[in-house]
């Protein structure tokens, strides 16, 4: 793992899934939200990025940003995302795990998880289908019968754009291709 080197491409659109600390359930709280859509939006003050996709779960969130056209630093925005949260939030959540030595000794709080997953994306395709996979996941993680029915995802804004129909996703699972990330 220490020859890994992620993708850096100006104006890059990726795939993001980041975990919480051992998926400790706080993001889909009331303070876990404010916490995180604060973050983000401090963040993109300084850092623009657009979200192109994005869905909230207890313990994770996918999404899908697009940098700008100069800019290919998706990883620097979300350190600064998660540490505003910790720095703001971390006495506010309260979260009651154990922090390891090795955590300890990198000055890591118990909120989240280390490393995160990304995928650039390649087309128009792969972005088709990274979106299904983001807005179905409630669904597949039993938390909803239908993605509509899921609050704190961008669903919603793709049905009221028409990028997606009003049913979408209520006859069963979109084909999602072998390759997405499956957590």
């Not at 899934?17 to 003050?45: F, H, M, N, P, S």
């Not at 620097?76 to 939030?89: A, E, G, P």
């Not at 938390?143 to 979408?168: G, K, M, V």
Request: charged letters at 25%.
């Amino acid at each position: 793992m220490p020859n890994y080197r992620r993708p850096n491409i100006s104006g890059g659109t990726y795939f993001i899934t980041q975990v919480t600390y051992q998926r400790e359930i706080w993001l889909c709280g009331e303070v876990g939200r404010k916490a995180l859509r604060e973050a983000i939006e401090r963040v993109r003050e300084k850092h623009p990025f657009s979200i192109d996709a994005f869905v909230l779960l207890p313990e994770h969130f996918h999404c899908l940003w697009t940098l700008p056209p100069n800019d290919g630093d998706f990883s620097m925005r979300l350190r600064l995302i998660k540490t505003y949260v910790t720095k703001h939030y971390g006495q506010e959540l309260a979260i009651n795990r154990e922090i390891s030595l090795s955590r300890q000794k990198r000055k890591e709080s118990n909120l989240w998880q280390r490393r995160f997953w990304e995928h650039l994306i390649r087309d128009e395709q792969d972005f088709a289908n990274h979106c299904d996979y983001i807005h179905y996941n409630p669904v597949r993680h039993g938390l909803c019968t239908n993605p509509q029915d899921w609050e704190f995802s961008s669903i919603h804004r793709f049905i009221a754009q028409r990028i997606y129909p009003a049913n979408w996703g209520r006859d069963g699972s979109p084909e999602i291709p072998l390759g997405i990330w499956d957590e």
